[in-house]
């Protein structure tokens, strides 16, 4: 099982979605915040923070002459 909460698989999973998102012509940013010792998991955490509205990109990859356009599902 992978632990997506440590700094290590926190990394794997911003790289894997920023992936995901460029290969399908989006601009999608992903952070990782330290969220330090967390009593409940009794362990520190790494959130992974990205600029998508529920789930979806906000802006499409495009050249520099053309405007950004938002995400609109066909």
């Known amino acids: ?6 700094t290590e698989g926190a ?6 979605i920023a ?3 460029a290969e ?4 999608v940013e992903v ?3 330290d969220a330090g010792f967390v009593p409940a998991m009794r362990s ?3 959130d992974v923070r990205s600029n998508m509205v529920n ?3 906000r802006r499409k990859l495009v050249n ?4 950004r356009s938002e995400y609109r599902p066909d």
Not at 24 to 27: T, V
Not at 64 to 67: K, M, P
């Open 1 to 6: 099982m992978k632990d997506w909460c440590n």
């Open 11 to 16: 990394k794997r999973l911003q790289e894997k």
């Open 19 to 21: 992936q995901y998102w």
């Open 24 to 27: 399908r012509g989006y601009d």
């Open 31 to 33: 952070d990782l915040v």
């Open 44 to 46: 520190a955490r790494t």
């Open 55 to 57: 789930g979806m990109p």
């Open 64 to 67: 520099a002459n053309e405007v």
